[in-house]
């Protein structure tokens, strides 16, 4: 064998060997090498956007839509009760940590502090709502003492951790960010009055089930492919959700803002309107949200960067 810069030629055959590998085609090795560095620099910058994606979004828990698709159905709950259960559910602790509802410093939550947390006036009606989440298994409470009470989160609602193989295979996780979930519930206006009643962030949970990763679109059938999921129209959603006119649904949706900014965006053609909603909100994917979809939600990624 002869050598050549980088590679061995072999005299009798004329093939290239480069690092061990036998490279039957040595006119398109450059090309080769080419693709390869075009790919890993396409990689390296997926994985800063991502990176960068994350560090604005903050920390997200883990639902599951089929979870949240049940919940929706549940007559034991009030509509304003299904949005608490999504709120409160931000604050669930890692899985090896008990699941317990607890602050990000990592305080429990005591029962003693939950009618605050969830900024319920009336202590009836919050020991009511308190009662039926016990009653269905959504939280179980750990003594302390008398005054002491940890309070314990169902994984079939939210959960933090490694996610089942299986609910990944499905499509069946939705990831909320916590940051933008609290902003929400929690947003006063200049005179202290809520921006967003929990009643009127209700439709808003119960349509995570249909975002379709990547695309943020809502569709009917988002664990399938964009080609194939079906995009929703808001008449489509209203009938969806029991609304006798579009308009009423339409009023609703777009009344809610995250400080002010969009949580929904349509998309239209000259025949139908299709709506994505905010990945800073809500996103399905491990990649960071594309580009195209960013685009309609920048103002969010500025104000979150600028926090």
């Not at 006119?27 to 560095?37: A, L, P, Q, R, V």
């Not at 049940?70 to 608490?84: G, I, S, V």
């Not at 005179?191 to 349509?207: Q, S």
């Not at 489509?236 to 777009?254: M, P, Q, S, V, W």
Request: overall charge positive; proline content about 3%.
């Amino acid at each position: 064998m002869t050598k050549e810069i980088g590679n061995y030629s072999n005299m009798e055959t004329g093939e290239v060997v480069s690092n061990g590998l036998l490279i039957r085609n040595p006119e398109s090795y450059s090309i080769i090498e080419k693709e390869k560095e075009a790919n890993r620099k396409t990689y390296l910058r997926g994985r800063r956007k991502k990176s960068e994606f994350e560090e604005l979004v903050g920390r997200f828990t883990f639902t599951l839509s089929s979870t949240i698709k049940q919940l929706n159905q549940d007559d034991r709950f009030t509509q304003t009760e299904k949005a608490r259960i999504i709120y409160l559910g931000t604050y669930v602790s890692y899985q090896e940590k008990g699941s317990y509802l607890t602050h990000d410093n990592g305080n429990l939550i005591l029962k003693n502090k939950l009618q605050s947390l969830l900024e319920m006036t009336n202590k009836k009606e919050f020991y009511k709502f308190y009662n039926k989440m016990l009653e269905a298994g959504i939280t179980q409470e750990y003594i302390i003492n008398k005054s002491n009470v940890k309070v314990a989160w169902s994984n079939d609602y939210n959960f933090r951790g490694t996610a089942p193989a299986s609910e990944l295979k499905e499509k069946n996780l939705i990831k909320t960010f916590d940051k933008q979930i609290r902003e929400l519930y929690k947003e006063k206006d200049s005179k202290g009055k809520k921006v967003h009643t929990p009643n009127n962030l209700y439709t808003l949970f119960m349509l995570l089930p249909y975002v379709h990763p990547e695309s943020n679109m809502l569709c009917l059938h988002p664990e399938n492919n964009i080609n194939e999921c079906q995009p929703l129209t808001i008449t489509e959603i209203a009938k969806l959700f029991g609304y006798n006119r579009t308009n009423d649904l339409k009023r609703k949706l777009f009344k809610v803002k995250l400080k002010g900014l969009p949580v929904f965006s349509t998309v239209s053609n000259a025949n139908l309107t299709h709506i994505l909603l905010n990945p800073f909100i809500v996103y399905r994917s491990n990649k960071s949200p594309n580009d195209a979809l960013m685009m309609h939600f920048n103002d969010t990624a500025t104000r979150l960067a600028n926090k």
